[in-house]
C-alpha cells in the first residue's frame, strides 16, 4: 500500500523477497524505486497520470531487484478513499510475468520467422479454413490467381479450381478431414481471375487441434507452368509432325483407336482416308527440298481446309497423309470427303517462284466393314490407296475385302463367260478310260476347260459353278454334249468305232425340262451311237426331284444311253436309290482310292462298292488312278474299268488322238 506519491505504507513478505529489501527499509520508499531504470520515468508518469484521474493503475513493465536480477511485473492498483471520498491511498498487486513474458517473447519470434516465409516472394502460401476459404494468403498467391487479396479471402480455393482436378483434390481433401492423413500434395490447375489457367504445384498439409479435428490448412502453391509448358512441348514434339504442325502417325494411331472404340459402342462408322501426292519425288529431286517442304505445308492447309470439326489429318511421313473421320453417318461421306481433297491439292500452288500441280491419291477403308482395329484400317485403306495409284493415281478408291474380290472376279467372269461361247473360248479335254477286262482304252471322260483370253486355261471348277448360278450352264452344257457327240463321232468313223465318251452334267441341266429332248435330237442329228454316251450325273442330283429324275432316266434308258454315277461315296451314299435308278455305272469317288491299298477301310469301301454294283447289275469305274499299287489292287477287286493320271490326263483332242494310237499299238505288241 503507498501513499498518493507512490512511498510504500505497507509491503508484505513478498515484495521483500522481490526488491531484496526488508519491510523496514521498504517503508517510506517509493514502490518505483525497483522498477528497471529504463522504464521508471515512464511509469512515474503513467502513476502521477492515475492519482491525478484517482483511477486504477495497470501496468507491465521491467523490474530490478536490489541484487539486479531483472524480471517483469504485472502491476495493478486501485485508489482507496476515506470517508469524505477524498483519494489517500493506493492498493497495488506486484505480478512477476517473466514466465509469461517469455513466452510472448518466444511466440513474437516464431510470428516473425513465420511472416518471413509467408511473405517469400517465390511461393504462394495460405492458411485454409476446414471450410476450403483462403483465410490468409501471401502477396505471391494473389499475383498466381490474379486476385486482390481482398477478393481471394472471400472465396475458397474449391471455387478457383479447374473443375477436372477439382475430383482428385477434394478426394484427398476428404481423406485429411477424416484423418486419414495429415496432407497431400498434388499438381492441378487453377483459373486465375483473368479464365487463363495456372498450372501449380500444390503441398497441403492440416494443423489439428488436440482432439485431432483440423484447425486449419497450411498449403504451399508453387507455380508450375513453365514445367508443365516444357513438358507440353515434349507431348508436342512426340505427337506432331515438325514440317506440317499437324498430328504424326502415333497420335492418329491413337485417335483413331479412339475413335474405333467408340464407333463399335455407339454403331457408326469409322472413315480413314490415306492421302498420297502423285508423283512427289519429282519436285522434291527437280526443285529442292525447300520447295518440297513448302508445298507439303500447303497441301496440309488444304487437308485441314476439307476437314471437318473433329477429324484428325495427321502427316504419317513423307508425302503421306491421314485423315481420320470419326462417327460417320452416312457412307459417302467418305467419298465426298476424298473428291472434295482432291479437287483441293489439285489447284494449282505458287510457291517461290515456281507454279506447280500436283494431284493426289485417296484410299479408304471404313469401320467396321474393313476393320476393327486401328492396324487393319489403316492396312487396308493402304491396299485402297495402292489401288488407287494402279489406277491411274488422281483418283480415290474404297477398300475391296477378299471377299468383295471374289465378288467381283465372279461378276467378270460371269460376264465374259456370256462371251466365251461366241469367241469359241471353251475347249474340251479328253481323259482316258481303261478296261481291265480288256487290257486297252476304250473311252473318255470329256472334261471342259476355257481358254480365258486374260486369266488362261480354266478349270471347270473356276467356272461351272458361276455357270451355273447365272443359268449359263445351260448352253455350256449343251455345247459340252454337242462338241463331245461331234468329237467322238468323227473318231468313230475315223478308226476308233465303239469309243465311248463320258459327259458330265450338272443339276441345273439335268432339271431343264427338254434334256431328254435336246439328247435325242443331238443323236439323230450327227447318228451318234447312244450306247457310246454316257452320262455322268452326282449322287445329289438324284435325291430330288425323285420322280421326274426316274421320269428322265427312263427316257435316257429307252434311247440307251448310259447313266453313270459320278463322285460315288461322298454324296448321300443312300443305296437304296440304286435300285430304283435305271443306273448303269459307278464311279467310285478317287478319294477312296488315293491311299490305296494301305487304308483298310478305304479298301473295305472298295471292296463292297463293287460287291454291291456287281450285285445290282451295274459296272463300276475307279477315278484317280495314280500309280501301280492302285490299278492293281482294283483289278483284283473286280473293278471294271478305271481312269486317272495313271493311264493319262485329260488332253486336248489331238493329244488324246495320240495316245489312243499308242496305246493300240502297244496292245498289238503285246
Ligand atoms: P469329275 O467328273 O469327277 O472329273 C474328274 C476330275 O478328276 C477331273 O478334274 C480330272 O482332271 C481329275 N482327275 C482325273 N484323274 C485324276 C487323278 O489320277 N488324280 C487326280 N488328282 N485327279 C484326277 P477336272 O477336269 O478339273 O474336273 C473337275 C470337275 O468338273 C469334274 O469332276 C466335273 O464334276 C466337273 N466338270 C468337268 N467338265 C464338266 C462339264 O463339261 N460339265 C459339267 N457340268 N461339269 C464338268
Ligand atoms: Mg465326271
Ligand atoms: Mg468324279
Redesign the pocket.
Known sequence: MTDLEGACRYVNERWCQMTGLTAEQAAGTPWTQAVHPDEREQVLKAWQQAVREGSEFVLDHRFRSRSGRTTWLDTRAVPLRDRSGRLTYYLGANTDIADLKRTEETLRASEARFRSYFELPLVGIALIGPDKRWWEVNDRLCDLLGYRRSQLLRLSWAELTYPDDLATDLAQFDRVMNRRIDGYSLDKRFLRQDGTLLYASVSTRCVRRPNGVVDYFVAVVQDITERKQAEEHIQHLAHFDVLTGLPNRALLGDRLEQAVLRALRDRVQVGVLLVDLDHFKRINDTLGHTVGDQLLREVANRLKGCARQGDTISRQGGDEFAIVLPDLEVNDEAARMAQQILEAVAQRYQIEDHELHVSCSVGISLCPRDGRSAENLLKNADSALYRAKDLGRNNYQFYLSGATIVARERLSLENSLRHALERDELELYYQPKWDFHIGAMTGAEALVRWNHPELGLLPPARFIPIAEDSGLVLPVGEWVLRAAVKTVGNLHKNGWPGLRIAVNLSARQFRQTNLTDLVKGLLIETGFDPTCLELELTEGILMHHTEDNIAALRAFKTMGVRIAI??FGTGYSSLSYLQRFPVDVL?I??SFVTDLPTSDSNAAIVDAIVTLAHGLGLEVVA?GIETFEHVEFLRAHGCDQGQGYYFGRPLPLAEFENLLAQDRRRAAAA
Do not use: C, N, Q, V
Open positions: 459320278d463322285d464311279k469317288d478317287r477315278e
